[in-house]
């Protein structure tokens, strides 16, 4: 990267991006501080499942830079619940931790010339624009890849990058809908319900992560990049184990049916006293330690019950006279009965109830990462626990533009060209932001 002037000299455009480096083992160092430590992923996009892509690579010690724009970046920065004195909203804060931010305007030629420059020395880029955006930018794969032939280029979008809804805007709701995924979610006969969290979003994302991970495991082997196409759409389709299984033997159209599985009975939410409890007898050995467990030994040796096909077949008389003998004692009572039987069981828990599990606790699940402010907010941990290299627990969400001086800097522009950048709005540093 040839260095920008400094206040001897006017600024000097370069010819153009620096050279990309071809060679996995030059591009990325991983050591054993973190399982990703030494990657390097640029993030542009919005919402959930890009970002979410790149807080799943960042929790396990890549180097995240989330490209915003400088007039407000992320839309999720102004989503949601807001913590006092702190810019962001707490879902940013979450859903963007250990992330760096630059503030850099793409539309620019300027612009262009920083993010062809961080493309150079990346190893993944994630997008979640709607399909042909990048390429509007002139950032598409094939041109990118002409740059760095090693990158590694994962597009998230609601519907694909093509056929015919490639183009439409696609959010969470409307994936859930489309695949099917709504239809089966709620009680027999209700409303179509969607899930309570934007699972194919989530999905996406957790699918983005998994393809970029064997695309570097490609590229160790043969130095080659390559282009990562994940949708919501297909995310909520890949759900439908059972439901597909069941319509592609039988023909039969999934329907919704509450808590209860597909295949096996008793399993789903029941009523105590005092609240819902989950319960999963779907074997022939839990059947039997359920029914001794909970006093209802006569069940055995009812012809209506003997196998799991019989329970299946008189499911709601099974649940009925269970309910009938659960509703007289509160939940604790079964919970522990059915645990110590051996029987898998659990609270229905509302989130309160949730964020305070004795479970989550113990295993240390929550912790307090630093806000860009100083402050602090509660964070999730990563479901992922490795023995050696642990998951990253560092800061929340980036402020806007909190490293673009950083970066700019070890790209080699000069503070003199940096504030020229800064007056024009091309780029955005932290400090410019709380002007």
Same mark, same amino acid.
């Given at each position: ?20 480096? %071809?060679?996995? #083992?030059?591009? !990325? +160092? ?21 970002? =979410?892509?790149?807080? *799943? ?5 890549? &180097? +995240? !830079? ?9 839309? +999720?920065?102004? =989503? ?13 804060? %979450? ?5 760096? #931010? ?5 539309? !620019?030629?300027?612009?262009?010339? /920083? ?18 955006? $990048? ?7 094939? %041109? ?31 994936? &859930?809908?489309?695949?099917? *995924?709504?239809?089966?979610?709620? =009680? ?39 282009? /990562? ?30 808590? +209860?599985? &597909?295949?096996?009975?008793?399993? @789903? ?19 039997? #330690? ?6 209802? &030994? ?8 003997? %196998? ?50 004795? @479970? ?9 990462? @630093? ?8 964070? $999730? ?21 909190? #490293? ?10 000069? @503070? ?20």
């Amino acid at each position: 990267m040839r260095v920008r002037d400094g206040a001897a000299g006017g600024h000097r455009a370069p010819a153009g991006p620096p050279p990309a480096r %071809t060679r996995s #083992s030059e591009r !990325t +160092v991983l050591s054993n501080t973190h399982a990703l430590s030494g990657l390097r992923v640029l993030e542009v996009g919005n919402y959930i499942a890009g970002p =979410y892509c790149g807080t *799943l690579l960042a929790d396990l010690g890549a &180097q +995240v !830079t989330k490209v915003e724009d400088p007039t407000g970046g992320d839309v +999720v920065r102004t =989503y949601g619940a807001m913590i006092e004195s702190v810019a962001d909203s707490a879902a940013f804060l %979450t859903l963007n931790r250990n992330k760096q #931010s630059i503030a850099v305007n793409l539309k !620019t030629a300027e612009g262009c010339e /920083i993010f062809l420059a961080l493309v150079a020395g990346a190893d993944v880029l994630i997008e979640n624009l709607r399909p042909g955006s $990048m390429r509007h930018l002139g950032f598409d794969y094939d %041109t990118l890849a002409e740059t760095n032939p090693g990158l590694i280029y994962l597009s998230a979008s609601g519907w694909g990058q093509d056929g015919p809804l490639a183009a439409d805007a696609g959010l969470d709701i409307m994936a &859930q809908a489309r695949s099917g *995924l709504m239809s089966i979610t709620g =009680y027999a006969g209700g409303d179509p319900v969607k899930a309570g969290v934007p699972i194919c979003d989530i999905g996406c994302a957790l699918y983005g992560a998994i393809a970029v991970l064997a695309a570097l495991n490609h590229r160790n082997a043969t130095g080659e990049g390559q282009f /990562i196409d994940v949708s919501l759409f297909e995310a909520g389709m890949s759900y439908a184990i059972w439901e597909f299984a069941r319509y592609t033997a039988t023909g039969e159209i999934p329907r919704a049916q509450g808590s +209860v599985h &597909q295949s096996a009975a008793p399993y @789903q939410a029941v009523r105590a006293s005092d609240g819902w409890f989950t319960l999963g007898a779907a074997t022939p050995k839990t059947w039997l #330690s359920f029914c001794e467990a909970m006093g209802l &030994q006569a069940l055995v040796d009812d012809d209506r019950f003997l %196998t799991n096909a019989d329970r299946m077949r008189n499911r709601d008389q099974l649940i009925d006279i269970i309910e009938a003998h659960t509703i007289k004692l509160p939940r604790e009572h079964w919970l522990s009965c059915l645990a110590a039987a051996g029987v898998p069981t659990a609270p229905v828990n509302d989130y309160e109830q949730a964020f305070h599990d004795e @479970q989550l606790v113990l295993r240390d699940y929550f912790w307090d990462s @630093q806000t860009p402010d100083g402050g602090h907010v509660r964070q $999730m941990g990563s479901p992922m626990r490795f023995s050696k290299t642990p998951t990253v627990r560092e800061s929340a969400g980036p402020a806007l533009g909190g #490293s673009t001086h950083t970066v700019l800097t070890e790209l080699g522009y000069t @503070q003199d060209a940096i504030d020229r950048l800064t007056d024009r709005g091309i780029v955005r540093t932290a400090e410019f932001a709380e002007l």
